[in-house]
């Protein structure tokens, strides 16, 4: 079965300072991958994904990923976070043929003005 | 757009108390999920539907049970709550796009089980 690791359970940010959150999966064939953000008393919302095509994907607010199949990783980056981005970030990985996506645990992030 | 729309948005139950909490879409969408959100734990499967008629267990079902009404509803039933299932859950919906394949969320219920 498929499994997603997030590394960073908690990241503490000041505004301006560069961003990156690990995602890594296990299962080597066909992925999808997302980066979905939940905002503070929000629901889920779709921030980039890739399905195929270019590795680098850009996504809503300045968010981007890089999909590295031979490191079964899809980190998240952002060059200059602000407070705003404040939320809990869930990478999520659909394989096999399967539709059904599996999230990671989840990264808090905290973005201090 | 309404999206997904999920009723009630709390609750607070008492041990052995009953309830169930629903889920609605406007998208036409085929796929339904429900998910458990603790904390540390992430995003957990309580069950699914692939389409309307059809339901299947996801990775945490126990102690629920389903009902795809029709192709927009799509209900979660506690027969005998626990405090264990003190969580917030999320119904999504998907479609059957191959290129797309986002989950829509709702904006969750709170569920207190003391």
């Known amino acids: 079965a498929q499994s997603v690791s997030q590394h960073n359970h908690h990241v503490i940010l000041s505004e301006a300072a560069s961003l990156e959150l690990g995602c890594n999966y296990s299962?080597?064939?066909?992925?999808?991958l997302f980066w979905y953000v939940q905002y503070p008393g929000q629901h889920l919302q779709l921030l980039l994904k890739?399905?195929?095509?270019?590795?680098l994907v850009k996504g809503i607010k300045g968010f981007e990923a890089e999909f590295i199949k031979s490191k079964f990783s899809f980190n998240l980056r952002k060059p200059s976070v602000q407070w705003s981005d404040t939320a809990e970030y869930f990478c999520?990985?659909?394989?096999?043929?399967?539709?059904?996506?599996?999230f990671g645990r989840g990264t808090s992030l905290i973005v201090h003005p | 757009n309404a999206g997904v729309t999920q009723t009630p948005k709390f609750q607070v139950l008492k041990t052995g108390q009953s309830m169930t909490l629903q889920c609605a879409q406007d998208?036409?969408?085929?796929?339904m999920y429900w998910y458990r959100q603790d904390p540390g734990m992430g995003l957990r499967l309580i069950y699914y539907?692939?389409?309307?008629?059809?339901?299947d267990k996801g990775e945490v079902p126990n102690g629920y049970n389903v009902s795809r009404l029709n192709k927009r509803e799509f209900s979660l039933r506690l027969e005998s709550a626990a405090p264990s299932q003190t969580s917030v859950y999320f119904c999504?919906?998907?479609?059957?796009?191959?290129?797309?394949?986002?989950?829509?969320f709702g904006e969750g219920s709170r569920l207190t089980v003391l």
């Open positions: 999504a919906s998907s479609g059957w796009d191959p290129n797309t394949g986002e989950l829509f």
């Open positions: 299962y080597g064939g066909t992925v999808n």
């Open positions: 890739y399905f195929s095509g270019d590795p």
């Open positions: 999520a990985v659909r394989s096999g043929g399967s539709y059904i996506p599996t």
């Open positions: 998208m036409n969408h085929n796929s």
């Open positions: 539907s692939a389409s309307e008629g059809t339901t």
